[in-house]
């Protein structure tokens, strides 16, 4: 769901170590003022305690670190230093108040304009009106981590339309592949497509047990290299896959996902099998519920082979059994927390996948390996029994072959559950049946042009187009709202110390500390400015849809706050930087966005769709068996 930032220098000293030092500082200051009076003093008859804590400010410096040392003392007045007492013994002895420290910390939250008088009063209203309400409430909601069990009432809306429209859930008018025949191996197989698999199985050219076997093998061959899969659910699979092909054998055919294998991100529950949100802490986690979009491929027939990597907690490719390679090129890994689902589906290990997205985790691995992705329009998808970042900013999409494919599993997958308040029945058109001819697509200045000349030799009007909108703040808002959020869903982990337990120290425990100091009114101010931006963009999309980059930081983070649909679309491969001497068949892919308005993801499918029917960059399979001369596989 999430990908990582530029990484940041660790603090310099443990946080103990720095509230001590910012203490030091505040006596310091007043200590070394005392220095300039000690004749005075001395004459004046100061105390002794005073005349040796002066005496010791003025040999005081400040080192590297800000850590208080000492230096020799400029020209004064000869003084009998015995007794001295150091700013240590100080600050023993007259501990710092609370309404100075708090002083002190106001400079963090951007509001270090109150006076004494109103920090004392601050002080006061927060030991007995903040602090207990903030408990009581954290004894309600946080008991448990990561998950919808205590949903926010402040719910995110993405339709343009301004008011929430009520549809039936009308089922696509899917096409028949024709004249498919099972190819006579199985690496030919695991790289059909879902609609070709879903004839073979109609044909019964092709058990679904049959399937299940091909893909359970490839899983256990390829994860060693590629460690991109938590557990196999090979039990449950063999018994969907009996389920499936017991019906067919009655004459019941569920549709084009009846007895195809598949993967799920593990931040979706399963019941009695772990679901371990990648991280060390919950890797032994059962949670005894049926995620929403499981029950909903369930239901059609389609067969969970595994539960594919996530990174920990949801953020980039790193979780508790090692780090997801990217297929394509083994050398780099996939980034993105979706890594397993995006990796398994390029290497040919499952059919389709299910992953997710919060900023960046859907489009990032799909681009890095080269599948087609859907990321849908913000509540398309219930995320009842999946772990949550952001609930204003979560979705659930499909990694697949093609953008038919996206299509199919979208449709199984859509829905509005009631444990979900965010989900809606979004009244999506049927993306099969969609006259792109009739449609007008802008193309942005990094848009791969080749996209933008097929569908345009199809018809489709195309025009250099520009998403315009005043808001500069857009990834600042995306990541407030997405770290506060979090911190919201995951506070007694932090709470009890498992922060420093995480995979990666500079990802989430970084964040989520700093999402600490993070005012409730700031928080708001961010959302504001997010309402802001999304009526620039709603004004400013005069298109139908448009073609862009789809790993460009700025328009992740934008797409996100809308909740704007894109569609990943594989567009070509080149070579990689610094071959082996002899040469590699390890490529770079490259890709493209095709974006649409919220609720209009069948537009950017029916795009998608036209253009990969004319091309085939979608087919390519990765060198994972043969790297080529002088190059070979790392395990």
């Known amino acids: 769901m999430r990908l990582p930032r530029p990484p940041r220098p660790p603090p310099r000293l443990p946080s103990h170590h720095h509230r001590r030092q910012r203490l030091l500082h505040l006596l310091a200051a007043p200590i070394l003022c005392f220095a300039f009076l000690t004749p005075a ?14 005496a010791a400010a003025a040999t005081a410096d400040t080192g590297e670190g800000g850590i ?25 002895k007259e501990p710092v108040s ?19 008088s109103k920090l004392r009063e601050m002080e006061d209203g927060a030991k007995e009106f903040n602090i ?35 549809s039936e859930a009308k089922t696509f008018d ?30 019964k050219q092709i058990t679904s047990r049959e399937l299940t076997d091909v893909f359970l093998r490839r899983l256990k061959r390829y994860n060693p290299v590629l460690e991109a899969v938590v557990t196999c659910t090979e039990d449950l699979a063999y018994k969907q896959a009996k389920e499936a092909d017991d019906l067919l054998a009655q004459g019941n055919y569920l549709g084009p996902l009846h007895g195809i ?37 369930k239901s059609a027939g389609a067969v969970l082979v595994a539960k594919l990597v996530t990174g920990s907690l949801a953020y980039d490719d790193i979780w508790f059994g090692g780090r997801t390679r990217n297929p394509w090129n083994i050398e780099e890994f996939s980034t993105g927390s979706s890594a397993g689902p995006a990796a398994s589906t390029s290497a040919g290990m499952v059919p389709f996948a299910i992953g997710s997205e919060t900023a960046g985790s859907i489009t990032y691995p799909a681009a890095r390996c080269g599948v087609t992705a859907l990321r849908p329009t913000f509540g398309t998808v219930a995320r009842t029994g999946v772990m949550s970042i952001s609930e204003s900013l979560d979705k659930l999409g499909p990694f697949c072959r093609s953008a038919v494919d996206c299509a199919i599993v979208l449709d199984a997958i859509r829905g509005k559950d009631a444990s979900d308040p965010s989900s809606r029945e979004v009244a999506l058109g049927d993306p099969f049946h969609v006259d792109i001819t009739k449609l007008t697509v802008g193309y942005l200045d990094d848009a791969e042009m080749e996209v933008v000349d097929v569908l345009s030799s199809k018809g489709v009007k195309m025009a250099p187009f520009k998403l315009n909108y005043t808001v500069e703040s857009v990834q600042s808002i995306l990541n407030i709202t997405m770290d506060v959020d979090m911190l919201a869903h995951f506070d007694n982990w932090q709470r009890e110390g498992h922060d420093d337990d995480y995979e990666a120290q500079d990802q989430w425990p970084v964040e989520l500390r700093r999402a600490r100091l993070v005012p409730a009114v700031d928080y708001i101010q961010a959302q504001r400015a997010r309402g802001k931006l999304i009526k620039e963009v709603r004004d400013s999309f005069t298109v139908d849809a448009f073609i862009g980059n789809v790993t460009d930081w700025e328009r992740v983070c934008l797409g996100n706050l809308v909740g704007m649909p894109v569609v990943v679309v594989p567009t070509g491969l080149k070579s990689i930087a610094d071959p082996p001497k ?19 993801d069948h537009i950017a499918l ?17 060198p994972i068996d043969d790297l080529g001369p002088n190059d070979r596989i790392h395990r």
């Open 41 to 54: 003093l001395a004459a004046a008859g100061a105390p002794p305690a005073a005349r040796s804590a002066a």
């Open 68 to 92: 208080i040392r000492t230096r020799a003392a400029v020209a004064w007045p000869a003084m009998d230093t015995k007794g001295v007492i150091s700013a240590t013994e100080v600050l023993k």
């Open 98 to 116: 609370d309404a100075i420290a708090l002083k002190d910390s106001m400079k963090y939250f951007d509001a270090d304009f109150f006076n004494d």
């Open 132 to 166: 207990p309400a903030f408990r009581e409430n954290r004894k309600l909601v946080t008991s448990e981590n990561g998950g919808l069990h205590n949903p926010s009432v402040l719910l995110f809306k993405s339709s343009w339309s301004g008011d929430s429209m009520k």
């Open 174 to 203: 899917y096409p028949r592949a024709s004249a498919v025949h099972r190819p006579s191996n199985d690496e030919d197989i695991a790289f059909m497509s879902v609609i070709e698999l879903g004839e073979l199985i109609r044909t």
């Open 261 to 297: 294998p598949y993967g799920l991100k593990d931040i979706i529950a399963v019941p009695r099998y772990k679901t371990t949100w990648g991280s060390w802490t919950f890797k032994n986690q059962v949670l005894d519920t049926e995620a929403f979009v499981y029950k909903r491929l």
């Open 582 to 600: 002899g040469g590699t068949k390890r490529r770079t892919t490259v890709t493209t966005g095709i974006y649409a308005p919220p609720d209009h």
């Open 606 to 622: 029916a795009l998608a769709m036209a253009y990969q029917s004319v091309t085939d960059h979608n087919k390519q399979r990765p």
